[in-house]
């Protein structure tokens, strides 16, 4: 089994193979109950950084490269079949930067990329610098995130649990920060982009920004919630719709083979 992945995968029979990636100082568990909200003809396959849950005693990893050379290493084999990725927060950064390195590469680019909670690339990042502060304290930095969904209150109360937490948290934003250091590349793949309607880390203007990182087809869609909407219902259930619609669908061209009017 990949050990970027949560799961096992499947055949590639069983449909439409979905990458998710979580936000920063997160981890699998982020996508729980997705596969039951998405519908058929999708397996969802939640992909888990180094540094947190069933591999936290492996090495954080900050640097951008060498996250892409291991993703593509270990999920390379099962990118062959039609795919999609799905990124939240830092994952965005980390889902279109993984379909940009196969796509330089020459390697077969995904059916849809969609991305969450996150500011196009060639964006400033502000917000981003006051979080990776080496004198905001803890405290600060939970409040920073603007959002009692980042970690709810019992949890703040588990002093260890919250120290492992912020420290991946932290080691994260470096990560994100050096994902955001090159120039963009737009993808020959259509892009959907959700912005959450109260979301207070990042908004709508900066969301729709993404539609310079495809060439092809542009999709904005704002849901309800805050910046942590990935744990609701909406997106996997648009995502299902996306991913079983006739342009993106198991029967689809493959992307890059035509082009597809921009929308």
């Known amino acids: 089994m990949q050990r970027y992945l949560a799961v096992r995968p499947g055949p590639a029979t069983d449909g439409v193979r979905l990458f998710c990636f979580h936000h920063a100082g997160g981890g699998a568990m982020t996508f729980a ?12 396959l939640p992909v ?3 540094g947190r849950e069933t591999r936290r005693r492996e090495e954080r990893i900050t640097d951008g490269a060498r996250l892409l050379d291991e993703l593509q290493d270990d999920l390379g084999p099962l990118l062959d ?6 990124g939240h927060s830092l994952g965005a950064l980390v889902a279109y930067r993984f379909a ?3 796509t330089r590469a020459g390697l077969r680019p995904p059916e849809l990329l969609s991305v969450g909670a996150c500011s196009a690339p060639q964006l400033p990042a502000p917000v981003l610098e006051t979080l990776l ?3 905001l304290p803890d405290e600060e930095l939970i409040r920073a995130l603007g959002d009692k969904e980042s970690i ?3 949890l703040r109360n588990r002093i260890g649990w919250l120290a492992g937490t912020l420290a991946t948290l932290r080691t994260d934003l470096l990560l994100a ?3 955001r250091s090159t120039p963009v590349t737009a993808l020959p793949c259509p892009l959907d982009a959700y912005a959450g309607e109260v979301d207070p880390l990042v908004s709508a203007a900066e969301v729709r920004a993404w539609q310079e990182c495809t060439t092809t087809r542009f999709r904005l869609r704002t849901v309800r919630g805050t910046h942590f909407f990935v744990r609701g219902r909406d997106v996997p259930r648009a995502m299902g719709e996306a991913l079983r619609a006739p342009a993106t669908g198991p029967g689809a061209a493959r992307p ?3 082009p597809r009017q921009a929308g």
């Open 48 to 50: 888990r950084l180094p």
């Open 256 to 258: 890059g083979t035509a």
């Open 177 to 179: 920060q050096d994902l």
């Open 100 to 102: 940009e390195h196969r």
């Open 81 to 86: 079949e039609p795919h999609a990725f799905y």
């Open 33 to 44: 109950g997705w596969q039951r909200r998405i519908g058929p003809d999708v397996s969802v």
């Open 152 to 154: 709810p209150a019992p």
């Open 133 to 135: 502060s080496p004198e």
